[in-house]
């Protein structure tokens, strides 16, 4: 299924509305002036101007009215593939992404969200999109946004819990089974209705992932896609690792204030100094609550405090 999005006037919006007025669906979106379908096409106009064409013949739809200039300069925008199937960016999918997996503070934070395509053009509006290229002042409050929007289910695994698990699991084998539960759970949630698509956001070789996969009780196994960058190939990836890193922030906020100090993420220097810190207030039993002690970090602190 293709998509194309344009830009367009009120008065453009309004005449498009008179044009598929019999084909107009009884409820439209939210957000949106109205939606309707005509030979295989979905249209849904929004507020902000944005028009959403999906289905079969979405461009040539679009180009109709693509004689109107869009704010962009562009009228009918295409999507990146990935080796994706064709409009993959407009199916309705379940993202999934993980943060803090290289924070030697804080937890490793995994989301995934379920964006289906009645709600893409919202997250677009939102300003939803690849969570390095926002601030974390954006981040959390678009993390609030995208969880009253759509579904999703977040997992947050505290250093405590993690260094338990730490042993038996290595880093790849946890993440596949904190994402095959985040998926999994999330599947309940929505039932009985189903993605399009899962798309994960690549870590490990798929073969890899599968191969972990098959120690799990209740694996998710169909319908999964895999590529590095997915938030650049669809919103649900790129909301859920909004969410995520939304919670990680969170964590270290709240550990701040618990130790009285600003706790950093990141591998660097600045851990080794603050974990040193925390070494000698509370010894191996307190910094074992707030950081990954496997990290090279954890021998670099004490070596400080030596």
Not at 32 to 52: L, P, Q
Not at 63 to 89: C, D, E, I
Not at 289 to 294: E, G, I, T
């Amino acid at each position: 299924m293709s998509q194309a999005v344009i830009t367009v006037t009120p008065a453009v919006i309004e005449k498009m509305k008179t044009t598929y007025q019999a084909h107009l669906a009884p409820k439209a979106p939210p957000y949106s002036i109205f939606s309707a379908k005509k030979n295989g096409v979905t249209i849904t106009a929004y507020r902000s101007g944005k028009v959403m064409f999906q289905g079969g013949n979405a461009e040539a739809e679009a180009a109709k009215w693509a004689t109107v200039p869009a704010s962009s300069g562009k009228a009918v925008s295409k999507t990146k593939t990935a080796g994706l199937p064709a409009g993959f960016a407009g199916w309705s999918v379940i993202g999934s992404d993980e943060v803090g997996n290289g924070s030697y503070f804080g937890p490793l934070t995994v989301c995934a969200a379920f964006a289906d395509r009645e709600h893409l053009a919202y997250l677009k509006e939102l300003g939803v999109r690849d969570s390095k290229e926002l601030t974390d002042p954006q981040i959390r409050i678009l993390a609030e946004k995208i969880k009253q929007a759509i579904p999703y289910q977040l997992l947050v695994v505290a250093p405590e819990k993690y260094n338990q698990i730490q042993p038996q699991y290595n880093a790849v084998r946890m993440k596949v089974a904190l994402h095959n539960q985040a998926i999994r759970l999330l599947l309940q949630k929505i039932a009985p209705q189903t993605p399009d698509a899962i798309l994960i956001d690549q870590f490990t070789p798929e073969a890899n992932y599968r191969k972990y996969l098959r120690q799990e009780a209740q694996p998710v196994t169909q319908n999964l896609y895999f590529t590095t960058k997915g938030e650049q190939y669809h919103l649900a990836v790129a909301a859920a690792s909004i969410v995520s890193r939304a919670a990680f922030l969170d964590w270290l906020d709240e550990a701040s204030k618990e130790l009285g100090l600003t706790v950093p993420s990141g591998a660097g220097s600045k851990s080794d100094q603050v974990a040193a810190v925390v070494l000698k207030k509370g010894g191996l039993p307190l910094l074992s609550q707030y950081v990954k002690l496997h990290f090279a970090n954890t021998e670099k602190a004490q070596k400080l405090v030596r």
